[in-house]
């Protein structure tokens, strides 16, 4: 957000002032741009009184030029200037309403979840996201039963930032949703809770149509930490995605799986190195005697960076 520095000086303001107000629409937009390059204390309040300017392209470089600013009348011109009917104009206001991060400013932004356009709903909510205000709690709730997609990822977002623990059924029912992207969203937000319901519906997510949920179920298992998802991990490594294995083999790491050791070390003779070198780190992780044996047999292995990992884990296990 912008900060300014009283000696700077990037011209004469009352001069750039004077040009927002001229007919040539492009002497309009460069006064926009100079004008958020000022020191002037009162920038804030000449860029808001141009968020209804008749031009188009002079509203995108007041949407662009709002981002700069963190305060809750920068939120009121931007809802303004998300609802715009030149698309340009709103997605540049989205792009700010997402810079935001002072929790106040999320008044203004919940009036835009109830609007009719999906566009503006989903923007008002990843708007709010960032606040991580206590108020967009009920809103994101509600917006969970929205017939868009798009509107659903991002009230996922604001209800994972708060990471309450009274949001878990509506993150589970989440891992559910129709749309693939909702689901993989879901069970990545709730990787920050240990509790067995979630895990359980994480790992069911393990079995999920969409690789990239699946990817995202295993990453998500190995932060909640619930030793009982081993098996399913387990399983995962015979994924048909090797960026499903990965993230098993990394979850399988940091659950400490003794009992997938030699699940693990099979790995270590896969013809990418991103996998043997994941299985290494995974065993080392683990520091389990019995992956010695295997490990060693990959000490000179082709791959640099699999050979260091190799070293790393047999000094782990020692």
């Not at 300014?4 to 937009?29: H, K, M, N, Q, T």
């Not at 559910?176 to 969203?185: G, I, P, T």
């Not at 990787?191 to 069911?204: C, E, I, Y």
Request: aromatic share 4%.
């Amino acid at each position: 957000m912008a900060t300014f520095d009283p000696f700077e000086d990037f011209g004469d303001a009352e001069e750039i002032v004077g040009r927002l107000s001229d007919a040539d629409p492009a002497v309009r937009r460069l006064a926009v741009i100079d004008l958020s390059e000022t020191a002037t204390p009162d920038v804030l309040l000449h860029l808001l009184a141009m968020v209804e300017d008749s031009d188009a392209a002079v509203r995108l470089q007041v949407a662009i030029a709002l981002g700069d600013f963190d305060t809750i009348d920068t939120a009121g011109g931007l809802v303004k200037l998300v609802m715009d009917p030149d698309g340009s104009v709103a997605s540049a206001a989205a792009d700010s309403l997402a810079e935001l991060k002072d929790p106040a400013a999320a008044p203004p932004l919940l009036s835009l979840g109830t609007h009719p356009d999906a566009f503006v709903r989903a923007s008002g909510f990843r708007g709010l996201k960032g606040l991580r205000s206590r108020i967009a709690l009920g809103p994101a709730l509600n917006a969970m039963s929205d017939e868009s997609a798009q509107v659903r990822g991002e009230a996922l977002g604001v209800i994972a930032y708060l990471k309450l623990e009274e949001t878990l059924p509506s993150l589970i029912a989440a891992t559910r949703d129709a749309e693939a992207s909702v689901r993989a969203e879901a069970v990545n937000a709730l990787s920050f809770t240990k509790q067995l319901a979630a895990a359980t519906a994480v790992a069911a997510a393990l079995r999920d149509d969409v690789w990239q949920v699946r990817a995202a179920a295993a990453q998500s298992l190995g932060r909640i930490g619930q030793a009982f998802a081993v098996g399913s991990l387990v399983a995962g490594l015979a994924d048909e995605y090797w960026q499903v294995r990965q993230k098993c083999l990394s979850a399988l790491g940091s659950l400490k799986a003794q009992s997938a050791v030699a699940d693990i070390s099979a790995q270590l003779a896969s013809d990418l190195p991103s996998l043997r070198k994941e299985a290494a780190a995974a065993l080392g992780e683990i520091a389990d005697p019995s992956a010695r044996q295997a490990l060693m047999a990959h000490a000179s292995d082709t791959d640099p960076d699999v050979r260091k990992t190799v070293r790393w884990a047999l000094t782990r296990i020692g």
